[in-house]
């Protein structure tokens, strides 16, 4: 059985003194246990966990493997651990030894009252994680069932890729790939792509038409995703489906119109509308917002180290390594500006006598 931890305090007055408190619920398979923690009368703490593995076991049973994990790495400062269920007389006497101190099980009493409230809390905290489960489901595979419905999409859409191209009128031109996979980000299979083709004249079509190139012209049919959904409209959509049909695949593609977010489709030019409350059309936002971030990113990462180039060039003893170096430890020119001699002079492949110099050529131009 493992033990997760996972909440926090409250505080409550009592008449008892120190003692740690055990709780138990069960709900729908899962299993959690709360301690809360008395100390000279007061509720000072509580802990839940869940506990995996402990379906199939009593509740004696799954109370005494929590105490034995538990308090092999937690130090114990009660002198009572009150339980919740009765458990085995050898089980008990073995802990108490081991623990050095008294394991009751209260009838009746404040500290029977202890239980009680640890098992409640125990019961809400499986309620509220159910409920957090039932939402999480509907956000991912649920809304990818949706999506087929939909978009009348041959087979579920259980991994997508989505594209989207950054620039700044044609300057550092890129163009993002994430994909999900049933409903949630996969970001290990991420994607990021320099553009070739139109640097310094923008034109987000032949973009966009590159990169579905680089991606499918030679990858197998077993490799292709379920759905490639473009962040674009007809323009954009009709650009990549030239290379990808071209390239003899049949995978179903759509494009993602930034303005109303309307989903057009291969051979139609009336648009797909999803209901405004849809967890489909919640997933096709969290996609194209996710693409819209990473290429971002990347863009402003590249934007940066252009910057720093074209600002250093003229700085004797400062080539690619060394503005590499320091862009990574400082992350922008602005603060590799304001770094001192002795920080610069810190940084990988530096020396000071660079540093000085780096910062003389900055200090002059103030």
């Known amino acids: 059985m493992a033990v997760r931890k ?31 923690f008395v100390r000279e009368g007061k509720v000072v703490g509580r802990e839940n966990f869940l506990l995996s593995g402990a379906a199939d076991e009593s509740d004696a049973q799954a109370v ?16 009572e651990i009150l339980l919740p269920t009765t458990l085995a007389d050898d089980d008990v006497k073995i802990l108490s030894a081991w623990l050095d101190v008294k394991l009751i099980e209260p009838k009746r009493g404040v500290k029977r009252s202890l239980v009680e409230m640890a098992n409640q809390n125990a019961e809400k905290f499986l309620a509220e994680e159910s409920a957090r489960q039932l939402l999480k489901d509907a956000q991912t595979f649920g809304a990818v069932e949706e999506l087929k419905n939909f978009l009348n999409l041959p087979r579920l859409p259980r991994r997508m890729e989505c594209f989207d191209i950054s620039h700044i ?67 954009q959509l009709n650009s990549a489906l030239e290379i990808i049909r071209g390239a003899g695949h049949d995978v179903p593609v759509v494009g993602l119109a930034k303005q109303f977010e309307l989903i057009f489709i291969e051979g139609s030019s009336i648009p797909v509308e999803l209901p405004r409350d849809s967890q489909a059309l919640k997933l096709m936002q969290r996609i194209r917002d996710e693409a819209h971030r990473f290429a971002i990113t990347y863009h402003r990462k590249l934007r ?46 530096m020396t000071r006598a660079a540093a000085e110099s780096l910062k003389k050529f900055f200090d002059a131009q103030m």
């Open 6 to 36: 996972v909440a926090e305090k409250q505080k409550i007055v009592t008449d008892t003194g120190d003692a740690d408190a055990i709780g138990l619920a069960r709900l729908d398979g899962e299993t959690c246990a709360q301690i809360f």
């Open 64 to 79: 005494t493997e929590f105490i034995k994990q538990y308090y092999t790495r937690a130090q114990i400062s009660a002198t």
């Open 169 to 235: 009128q044609g300057s550092e031109t890129v163009a993002s790939m994430v994909v999900f996979a049933d409903g949630a980000p996969d970001k290990k299979s991420y994607r990021r792509y320099k553009i070739r083709t139109t640097e310094g004249k923008p034109d987000d079509f032949l973009s966009m038409r590159e990169v579905t190139g680089r991606r499918y012209e030679k990858i197998s049919a077993d490799a292709l995703p379920d759905l490639i959904v473009i962040d674009g409209g007809l323009g």
């Open 304 to 349: 940066r180290a252009r910057n720093l180039k074209s600002e250093l060039d003229n700085v004797a003893g400062i080539g690619l390594k060394r503005r590499t170096e320091l862009l990574k430890k400082f992350g922008s020119l602005a603060k590799i500006k304001t770094a001192s001699v002795t920080e610069l002079a810190d940084v990988s492949g």
